[in-house]
Nanobody, 124 residues
Framework: VQLQASGGGLVQAGGSLGLSCAAS????????MYWFRQAPGKERENVAA????????FYADSVKGRFTISRDNAKNTVYLQMNNLKPEDTAVYYC??????????????????RGKGTQVTVSS
């Protein structure tokens, strides 16, 4: 699976931004999809995940209640809707895939396919 994230940009604190990740490959519909982010000087963090059919979702505590992950298997796309953004959400955001869904998230180096990132900057 090849992945391409898009939708990043500059937004004020309290604002919203939506990210998309377009996938190519015949396993997308069964793969679990993950969103990661990496802020300067920090480790890459798994912020959200969704199972192949979209019935199970994981969120990191830092984004729970503000971010929503979803997918459209007909369009081979996974989304991350980010609301009530905070300056600490500033990071490069990445999408990645894995054959199985984990309810506690996964580490970046365990992902089978990894896309290039898109920058999200939240100003105070």
């Amino acid at each position: 699976v090849q992945l391409q994230a898009s939708g990043g940009g500059l937004v004020q604190a309290g604002g919203s931004l939506g990210l998309s990740c377009a996938a190519s490959g015949r396993t997308f519909r069964t793969d679990a999809m993950y969103w990661f982010r990496q802020a300067p000087g920090k480790e890459r963090e798994n912020v959200a995940a969704i199972s192949g059919r979209g019935s199970n979702k994981f969120y990191a505590d830092s984004v729970k209640g503000r971010f929503t992950i979803s997918r459209d298997n007909a369009k081979n796309t996974v989304y991350l809707q980010m609301n009530n953004l905070k300056p600490e959400d500033t990071a490069v955001y990445y999408c990645a895939s894995h054959p199985t869904y984990s309810p506690v998230g996964r580490a970046w180096d365990t992902m089978y396919s990894r896309g290039k990132g898109t920058q999200v900057t939240v100003s105070s």
